[in-house]
């Protein structure tokens, strides 16, 4: 249907008579326009534009896809760049766990907690082994205070 009409609306104004016709129509349609409404000022043969209401066209809303993928972009180029800039901020000090490497002091009751390596010590965990386990000869061995064995010290 529509394509009938445009086919025929191209064959009118395709053709120059067709097209004088169809403009001498046009306006004899605003000589009685303004014939039918006399109260409108008209102006060279149409309504004034102030009378003309235009239809509001709403076009539905688009997902900003290229600003969202960009800002991701920008992001991750931001967060990697302050990771590389950003020291890391790992402390040396003691973590409360026991093992092998370990500085440790003796407490009164002969048990061991570990402390920095910075600042004195009684000795350096060889390594950390079950109750029932003995220490080598050259090491001797102190109770853990959290219980998890037996911490062979080097002197």
């Known amino acids: 249907m529509a394509l009938a009409a445009v086919s025929e ?21 605003s000589t009685s326009r303004r014939e039918f409404y006399p ?6 043969d149409v309504f004034e534009e102030s009378d003309f209401v235009a239809p509001q066209i709403f076009a539905r809303a688009q997902f900003p896809w290229r600003f969202m993928l960009t800002l991701i972009a920008v992001g991750a180029i931001v967060v990697l760049l302050l990771r590389t800039v950003d020291s890391p901020n790992i402390s040396d000090g003691p973590d409360s766990l026991i093992q092998s490497g370990s500085c440790v002091m003796i407490d009164p009751t002969q048990a ?14 060889r390594q ?28």
């Not at 109260?39 to 060279?44: I, L, N, R, S, T």
């Not at 570990?114 to 009684?122: A, K, N």
């Open 112 to 125: 061991v907690y570990e402390v920095s390596c910075d600042g004195p010590h009684d000795g350096v965990v």
């Open 9 to 29: 609306a191209w064959r009118v104004l395709g053709d120059p008579v067709s097209r004088a016709e169809y403009d001498d129509s046009l306006i004899s349609r």
């Open 39 to 44: 109260e409108h000022e008209v102006v060279d």
């Open 128 to 155: 950390l082994i079950g109750f029932d386990l003995t220490c080598s000869s050259d090491t001797f061995g102190y109770r853990d205070r959290q219980g998890m064995g037996i911490a062979c010290l080097e002197p």
